[in-house]
């Protein structure tokens, strides 16, 4: 089993900033990897990022320019560095993770709202 914790939701007005943290922990072992989605009310969960193993990134477009994946592989944590925030980026923030038998992991998600 692995578990994966996120933390660094909140409120915060638009224009403005948050980091998203994600913790991996149980049977995994490596560098796996690892990514970002969303799902705002009333719609199908998306991908904002995700990392690879070797470190390469991909960004949806509508985030690209804004957000930031990046981890630390000695604390199997990846973190998501959201700037220039604007209300249509709320939504719960989930990360996964891919283990190493190929089973997808989810955390249970941290909510961003993004409003005045």
């Known amino acids: 089993q692995v578990q994966l914790v996120e933390s660094g939701g909140g409120l915060v007005q638009p224009g403005g900033s948050l980091r998203l943290s994600c913790v991996a922990s149980g049977s995994i072992s490596g560098i796996r990897p690892m990514g970002w989605y969303r799902q705002a009310p009333g719609k199908e969960r998306e991908l904002v990022a995700n990392i690879g193993s070797g470190g390469s990134t991909t960004y949806s477009d509508s985030v690209k320019g804004r957000f930031t994946i990046s981890r630390d592989n000695t604390k199997n944590t990846i973190f998501l560095q959201m700037n220039s925030l604007k209300p249509e980026d709320t939504a719960g923030y989930y990360c996964?993770?891919?283990?190493?038998?190929?089973?997808?992991?989810w955390g249970k998600g941290t909510l961003v709202t993004v409003s005045s």
């Open positions: 996964n993770v891919l283990s190493n038998y190929g089973k997808i992991y």
